[in-house]
């Protein structure tokens, strides 16, 4: 039998941490905190391992594409795929943040949908049968979602919307908002809330495909809400720990075999969300 392994991506510190902290105590396989930042990462595991847990660590830029096929090589070769993939790596500006809109939009959207996407990409053929996908989003997705304009909601809610479809909305969204035409256009005025209705969207078109072409393989894939958690990018106020924002994630994460839902759902609080 050979060994499972569990992958979270952006996992050197926050929720991420807290996900892989988690899956040490919880997971019977390999768990790999990944990071952009070699140090950073494997300091991370060190401080885990001084807490008695064992992570595996592997370097995971998310933005950049040689790095997320070099990690699918890495795991295709050493396990023969994913058993869990947690896509936690994301990003947030400050609202004190004077970077233009246009700016924030296209960072945005480049690492929490674009990017993110990508990893699916090379990830979902990966994904062995009793598998588990975790994308984290955020309730301020569903939020955005209610401020699109009735005939964009209509499209994101749909069930016939495509993938392509979808992408195609995203680069819409960043090239109005270049233009200060996003809210012309439908959209809200919120590059983080627009980037995680993408991330929502994209989460059940691509488990409506698992469904379809995968039916007998019993891979759950869904999109989660950790809460408002204290990190370095919600700030201090924020009344979660990252501990309490791992708690969703990694419920899903460890859905037991043989489970047949949450999929393709957005849940939060272990509870499956009106989208």
């Avoid at 660590?57 to 070099?70: M, P």
């Avoid at 979902?124 to 909601?153: D, E, Y």
């Avoid at 204290?230 to 720990?241: E, F, H, I, N």
Wanted: net charge neutral; aromatic share 8%.
């Amino acid at each position: 039998m050979s060994t499972k392994v569990a992958i979270v991506t952006g996992s050197n510190k926050g929720i991420g941490l807290a996900i892989v902290r988690a899956l040490c105590k919880d997971y019977k396989g390999d768990v790999y905190l990944t990071a952009r930042d070699v140090g950073r990462g494997q300091e991370a595991v060190q401080t885990l391992a001084s807490d008695g847990l064992t992570a595996m660590f592997h370097q995971l830029d998310i933005n950049d594409i040689n790095s997320i096929t070099a990690a699918a090589a890495y795991f295709k070769e050493k396990y023969g795929g994913v058993d869990v993939l947690v896509n936690n790596a994301g990003i947030a500006f400050k609202e004190a943040d004077t970077a233009p809109f246009a700016v924030q939009a296209e960072v945005t959207l480049k690492t929490n949908f674009f990017a993110t996407r990508d990893m699916l990409t090379h990830f979902m053929p990966l994904i062995k049968a009793g598998g588990r996908v975790v994308n984290v989003s955020s309730f301020v997705g569903s939020r955005t979602l209610n401020k699109c304009s009735a005939a964009l909601q209509q499209r994101f809610r749909s069930e016939d919307i495509t993938e392509e479809e979808l992408v195609g909305l995203m680069q819409q969204f960043v090239d109005l908002a270049k233009k200060g035409e996003h809210q012309k256009g439908g959209w809200p005025d919120t590059a983080y809330g627009t980037s995680k209705t993408g991330l929502t969207t994209l989460s059940m078109i691509l488990a409506r495909r698992l469904s379809k072409e995968r039916p007998n393989d019993g891979i759950l894939l869904n999109a989660c809400c950790p809460g408002w958690v204290r990190t370095d990018m919600a700030g201090p106020k924020a009344p979660k720990s990252p501990e309490e924002g791992a708690i969703t994630p990694v419920y899903l994460a460890l859905l037991p075999p043989g489970a047949t839902d949450p999929h393709g759902k957005f849940v939060s609080d272990k509870e499956v969300q009106p989208w």
